[in-house]
């Protein structure tokens, strides 16, 4: 037998044991075609083993393994390695990637099928702080949990974490200094909240960036932010909803003293040339009527045009004149215009799509047009995963 494999344990282990110098036999116990140790640690490649299993896999080359689980059946729910804890603040596994340099990863998980998962972990635990998946990293260029599904068709997910708890969380990312949560694939990151009142994707940051999208960010409801009520902080909630458009709209707003004339100029932001067109404007008079109050001089077409040269030492001006009020009176004013940044000049805002080929006879809330869930796009992965069997030797 290969040094390698002194863990494979089948009928040849009992005669590997004994060729072990020093190794009490007396601790192992043979019951049926089990062999199982009472006491003490096994260790594998080391002298000193620090857990009850010790294994250190010292070669460099590429596909190197410590332990290797595989589940050779092509059918039924088998698991290539499996963890569990029973405690409440336990974790059922754990992976931690202590080079501080390299791209290196606390626990990766792949998988090639249409329907299978890279990394699946499951949190049973009715209470507690328990966690379905926990991911950390200290490396500059690591990953706490890191997913990829690289299947091209079917409903594959990256990273999927589930938790039952109250308290829990299905899949925790913390890095101190890189990414928390990387997810790559047809749903990179998918979080789920089936209990009407939960959060299905947590972000939080101290002083930098909670959530980032790189990219379009798309709700199917509203969009909102939500605060603690200024009149009763303890008990209840405040939200205020965004104004939605088929346009992609920059707003600008303010209040002006109109001068001797009944008249004022407005001066917007050195970049406003770079990222709008085809502005828009309202005025309101305040204080009393002004009747004639009016756009005297729109924003200068050729300063929008010179929007580009932003940045390059040419900052062209962007301003309008209002005309017609009261002498020394009060304005109101508002300038709307059409976002033209370089994302939108590259992708567009496009507002009425066609569903691609895989997604037409599919909604993105069944429900609300009285259709099944089966109906859904994101059906299948909104189903629970296929709960791993619990050992019956644990």
């Not at 096994?42 to 009850?52: I, Q």
């Not at 997810?183 to 990151?189: D, S, T």
């Not at 002498?327 to 994302?343: L, M, T």
Request: with cysteine.
């Amino acid at each position: 037998m290969s040094p390698r494999n002194i863990l494979h344990i089948g009928a040849c282990v009992v005669g590997v044991l004994g060729c072990v110098p020093g190794m009490a036999r007396a601790q192992w116990t043979t019951s049926g075609s089990n062999i199982y140790y009472n006491s003490g640690n096994v260790g594998v490649f080391t002298t000193s083993p620090a857990y009850h299993l010790h294994v250190v896999e010292s070669a460099t080359a590429n596909g190197s393994r410590a332990i290797y689980g595989l589940a050779s059946a092509t059918s039924g729910v088998v698991n290539g390695v499996y963890g569990q804890t029973a405690s409440t603040d336990g974790r059922g596994v754990i992976g931690y990637a202590s080079s501080t340099t390299g791209a290196n990863f606390g626990v990766f998980g792949t998988t090639a099928s249409t329907s299978g998962t890279g990394v699946y972990g499951l949190a049973n635990l009715s209470s507690g702080s328990v966690y379905g998946v926990y991911g950390k990293t200290v490396s500059t260029s690591g990953w706490g949990v890191f997913g990829e599904s690289t299947a091209a068709t079917g409903s594959t997910v990256g990273v999927e974490g589930t938790s039952s708890s109250s308290g829990g969380v299905g899949v925790v990312g913390i890095d101190t200094n890189s990414i928390g949560v990387y997810g790559l694939g047809i749903n990179g990151v998918q979080g789920i909240d089936s209990s009407g009142g939960g959060i299905g994707v947590y972000g939080q940051a101290s002083s930098g960036t909670a959530v980032y999208a790189s990219g379009t960010l798309v709700a199917t409801g509203t969009k909102s932010f939500c605060i603690d009520h200024p009149a009763d902080p303890e008990n209840t909630y405040l939200y205020h909803y965004c104004i939605e458009s088929s346009e992609v709209l920059n707003s600008y707003s303010g209040t002006i003293k109109l001068d001797g004339s009944g008249g004022a100029t407005v001066d917007l932001p050195s970049y406003f040339a770079a990222i709008n067109k085809d502005p828009r404007y309202t005025l309101t008079a305040m204080g009393a009527p002004m009747p004639m109050l009016h756009i005297s001089t729109e924003i200068n077409d050729a300063a929008l045009a010179g929007g580009e040269r932003v940045g390059k030492g040419e900052v062209p001006r962007c301003w309008f004149r209002i005309g017609g009020g009261t002498p020394w009176g009060k304005a109101s004013w508002r300038v709307e215009a059409v976002r033209n940044d370089r994302w939108v000049q590259a992708h567009g805002a496009p507002v009425e799509v066609a569903k691609p080929a895989g997604e037409r006879g599919t909604y993105l809330r069944p429900e609300l047009y009285g259709k099944p869930p089966e109906a859904g796009r994101f059906y299948r992965q909104w189903q629970p995963p296929v709960t791993p069997s619990t050992p019956s030797d644990h």
